[in-house]
């Protein structure tokens, strides 16, 4: 698999180079491609998770945005330059084994690094590092000794994560899925303020397994939370609010488990100023509502923290299981592992939950492997998209290949 340096519009429903690097898409365009091994994974090339960063420069106003690229063997860190393309700047490797997964987020100019593998803890790394211009003629591989602001464990049971979830309003990190799941498994909230001592100051204990969360200040209809710290959580069978205003002593305002769940993994609010909606990923391709393997993404009424309803779901048109999914200005970005990138358009919601309104507005393949048989269910393809960037690239952070750097090329 070699490089795509170049801009390469989708037409006639493909982008790329060649035959074994051509990609189904629509109303996506392909502005580069960096396999894992030009990332500087030396080991066995695979990705997983990706977030960004963004650093405005005070002298012209110039903004600068960085990828961090979650590998099976460290993480790596690259530019989005202007025209798409990347520059890789360099490397930090693992604070223990290698692991399959790895989980990245930022709050502020730091960096939080996760990992399953034991004894890994938390990596905290000064992204401002990667502005040094001498990166961008000679990458550095990070020293895990003496490059970090702080190294965090005593936390974590085993010194490994699944997830790291970030609400930067509060500067919290919130580790989940911590081994063993007898211990504490739940949400651990670690205090950032000074991200050079890092400080646990709360934990769900051994209540429930959390896989994932996402955490923020809750500006909604349900009064009786109004300006209350929230985290809506997926915990394998039930999807579950907690209130983390006193992070010393959260508490649960609701779990409730539904019709079709497979496997609670991920989810995010629609609207996060008005939080009356949120969609999850479930796993649940080939049982109930995926019976037939095409996607299915849930959709929650969340009014009433209290009392969430599953108000409908949204289904794919191409068989994949779903992953990860982030939320912008009402597109939701879908992860679907082997279909690659799904935009689903969800402006409809507040006027039909059910989801009926809702649909595909583009779409990147970027597991071209499978095409011939019309998809594939399994595990592989696309790990983790990051959407965020004003310039509107978007970062694909995919199993087996590498780095895609995509734009969507319609207003809706």
């Known amino acids: 698999m070699h490089s795509i340096k170049e801009y390469t519009p989708c037409v006639d429903g493909y982008a790329g180079k060649d035959v074994n690097n051509t990609y189904m898409c629509r109303n996506l365009d392909l502005y580069s491609f960096t396999p894992h091994r030009d990332l500087g994974s030396p080991r066995m090339q695979l990705g997983n998770d990706i977030w960004g960063w963004s650093a405005t420069r005070t002298s012209d106003g110039v903004t600068r945005e960085f990828g961090l690229i979650g590998q099976f063997d460290g993480t790596a860190f690259v530019e989005v330059l202007p025209t798409g393309q990347i520059a890789y700047l360099g490397r930090l490797p693992p604070q223990s084994g290698t692991a399959i997964w790895r989980d990245i987020k930022v709050i502020g100019e730091h960096a939080y690094i996760g990992s399953e593998a034991f004894g890994h803890g938390i990596q905290v790394f000064d992204l401002k590092c990667l502005l040094d211009p001498s990166l961008l003629k000679s990458p550095k591989e990070f020293n895990i000794d003496t490059d970090l602001t702080a190294w965090y464990y005593d936390g974590l049971p085993r010194g490994s994560s699944h997830n790291l979830v970030s609400h930067a309003e509060k500067n919290l990190i919130i580790a989940v899925g911590a081994k063993p799941r007898s211990d504490i498994s739940g949400l651990i909230l670690i205090d950032v303020a000074d991200p050079s001592n890092p400080k646990t100051v709360g934990c769900t204990g051994e209540v429930d397994y959390v896989h994932d969360a996402q955490c923020l200040t809750y500006y909604g209809?349900?009064?009786?939370?109004?300006?209350?710290?929230?985290?809506?959580?997926?915990?394998?069978?039930?999807?579950?609010?907690?209130?983390?205003?006193?992070?010393?002593?959260?508490?649960?305002?609701?779990?409730?488990?539904?019709?079709?769940?497979?496997?609670?993994?991920?989810?995010?609010?629609?609207?996060e100023k008005d939080q009356s909606y949120l969609m999850n990923d479930a796993l649940d391709e080939s049982y109930k509502q995926g019976s037939d393997q095409k996607t299915v993404t849930y959709i929650w009424d969340i009014k009433d923290l209290s009392h969430p309803v599953l108000s409908g779901h949204y289904k794919s048109p191409v068989v994949a299981s779903d992953h990860n999914l982030y939320v912008a200005n009402g597109l939701v970005y879908e992860s679907n592992y082997k279909s690659g990138l799904r935009i689903v358009n969800a402006s409809s919601v507040t006027k039909d939950p059910t989801g009926a309104g809702f649909y595909e507005a583009a779409f990147f393949d970027v597991h071209p492997d499978d095409d011939e048989i019309g998809g594939d269910a399994d595990f592989g393809g696309l790990w983790s998209a990051y959407p965020y960037f004003a310039s509107r690239y978007i970062l694909l952070n995919t199993v087996e290949r590498g780095l895609f750097v995509v734009k969507y090329n319609k207003t809706d």
């Open 221 to 271: 209809p349900d009064t009786a939370y109004n300006g209350s710290d929230v985290c809506y959580s997926f915990n394998e069978d039930t999807f579950t609010i907690y209130d983390i205003t006193d992070p010393s002593k959260p508490s649960i305002i609701s779990s409730t488990s539904y019709y079709g769940v497979t496997y609670a993994h991920q989810g995010w609010v629609i609207d």
